[in-house]
């Protein structure tokens, strides 16, 4: 009984289903970023406000101008590196209660070539793309159990005929009265 009690909570392995979803919606808000980026109708208010409203991301005013002012050569650097950052990422297991943890070690995934301000560009990018991909299960916590209740070995222990098993005054214990009994 003890044995099963100390064993934690088991999660199921990460599913790559979720990371591929994650990874498809970057790249529409990234090809959607692209396309406000590229069209030559549009003013640079229009574009910002584009970029703001895109509801996948939740990119400040600043990050938007930064993302703008970039050359297509920047972009494109900016873009595959959020690809390649989330999918390395979304490998990982990630529980809903480590999503803060794993969305604020994001800078130190990105790639040290890339600028102050196009590593925060790429966090912005990738990190409402991080969630969590593994799940608490409860078939694995109870096959752990299973397994930590089965494994643990009787205790057997023995007493030679007029030994001493309880002290006068001493506290009777489940172990003590078991070995009376006997």
Known sequence: AVAERVVEPVYAAPDPSVARLQLEKMRTSLATISGIKENLFYSQEKKLTDLLAIESL???ADSGNTLLALSDDRWDL?????????????RNQIRSEGLDAVRSGLPSRVSLTLSESEVNLVVNLVSPHVVANSFYSPELTEAARVLARTSVQ????????GEMVVSSGQ????????????
């Open 58 to 60: 939740a990119l400040s």
């Open 171 to 182: 506290v009777i214990t489940p172990t003590i009265s078991e070995a009376l009994v006997a």
């Open 78 to 90: 900016v873009r595959n590196e959020a690809s390649t950052v989330l999918e390395v990422v979304m």
């Open 154 to 161: 009787p205790v057997l222990v023995s007493y030679r005929q």
